[in-house]
């Protein structure tokens, strides 16, 4: 048993418990999470393991969330293959949830113990893959009310990155950008399902998004993509048969290394081509010269990893895509759920991800008794 201590905990826990007793000064067994000890393929059964871990302690900024639904992103694997842990430190994944406040710190605003929020968090602190996370409040919001758990933890982190893709990096305005073009490539994935959606529910914009398989055509057909072109083909014939020339604006998201020549030949001269992911080869950027073309990352980690003086703005967007989807305006992005919240099913989620399978996004929901 081990004692931790949190400051205005402000409520009771015995539904958690079974006893009356605030969780400042509750004795609390160490708590359930999923880790990595040493990078290792997926399929091997120690590349992700349960274990027990001390619960976390938070600063005067944070919250403490009992964690309820986790999603699984691309970025998971790419750490889990990448970032080695320090030498018996098991490291904990995770950058989506939804969960419960259990204790806020003393510069915190804007939350009380119980309410329900959901959050990507941040990449140089201990992800959420574990029964409480101490998260950063300016990186939360409060979680739609009309959405499961499960479909709530679809969201955070595509749409922080999808909305600061598309309004931040490429400066499209809301309710603007009528007679121009935005093609989407990747768009049946986790951040182009949200991107999708966005663009078209929120913008003038014509959404062309690019899908290779019949079930993640009729996904992203489903979200609102005014077309639907293959990526394993020639864009720009396929553009042409449309009845557009050239687009203004790309949104690369997978695979930007391949798909570089088909971009630069379909932007229009002066047009924007922003990225999220890691191109396995070097891009020309030399190619982009001609048209003048600008190039624009997206990392949406960005803010929380120099504590920008705008970081706060990842809970105000947090807040208005809730609203946005208690509305009907956005929908959660959910396509499947494991259950429980444990090594086992992490690994099969990683697996998924990695083979290129996730139409959507995947969530682990709820830890076992």
């Known amino acids: ?60 900024n944070d919250l403490l969330v009992e964690v309820s639904a986790v999603s699984v992103n691309p970025v998971d694997t790419k750490v889990r293959r990448n970032r080695q842990p320090a030498p018996d430190q098991p490291e904990v994944l995770g950058w989506d949830a939804v969960g419960t406040v259990r204790s806020i710190g003393s510069a915190t605003t804007g939350f009380q113990p119980g309410d329900r929020v959901y959050y990507a968090g941040a990449i140089n602190r201990p992800g959420c893959q574990a029964q409480f996370h101490a998260v950063d409040a300016r990186l939360v919001g409060h979680a739609p009310s009309s959405l499961s758990d499960a479909q709530a933890a679809a969201l955070p982190l595509t749409s922080i990155t999808a909305w600061e893709l598309l309004f931040d990096r490429l400066s499209v305005s809301e309710d603007a950008g009528q007679g121009k073009r935005l093609l989407i490539v990747g768009a049946a994935g986790g951040v182009g399902s949200m991107l999708v959606q966005l663009a078209r529910r929120l913008t003038q914009l014509t959404v062309i998004a690019t899908a290779s398989k019949p079930a993640s055509r009729a996904w992203v057909e489903s979200l609102g ?56 080869s070097a891009l020309d950027i030399m190619a982009l010269k001609r048209k003048s073309l600008s190039l624009h990352w997206e990392l949406m980690f960005t803010r929380s990893l120099f504590e920008t003086p705008d970081m706060p703005r990842q809970g105000e967007l947090l807040n208005r895509v809730a ?8 929908k959660s992005t959910l396509t499947q759920t494991l259950s429980p919240i444990n090594a086992a099913n992490a ?23």
């Open 1 to 60: 048993m081990m004692r931790k201590r949190f400051g205005n905990c402000g409520v009771f826990t015995k539904a958690l418990f079974g006893q009356d007793a605030c969780i400042s000064s509750l004795a609390i067994t160490p708590m359930k999470a999923i880790a990595y000890l040493k990078s290792l393929p997926v399929d091997d059964a120690q590349s992700l393991i349960d274990v027990n871990l001390p619960l976390p302690t938070h600063g005067p």
């Open 323 to 330: 609203k946005l989807v208690d509305a009907g305006t956005l």
């Open 225 to 280: 993509a005014h077309h639907v072109i293959d990526h394993h083909q020639p864009m720009a014939p396929q553009l042409a048969a449309l009845g557009y020339k050239q687009v203004d604006m790309v949104a690369s998201l997978t695979h930007s290394d391949t798909h570089w020549a088909d971009i630069v030949e379909a932007l229009a001269p002066q047009g924007q081509v922003a990225l999220i992911d890691d191109p396995v």
């Open 347 to 369: 690994r099969q989620a990683h697996a998924l991800i990695e083979a290129g399978q996730v139409q959507g996004k995947l969530v682990l929901s709820g830890f076992s008794a």
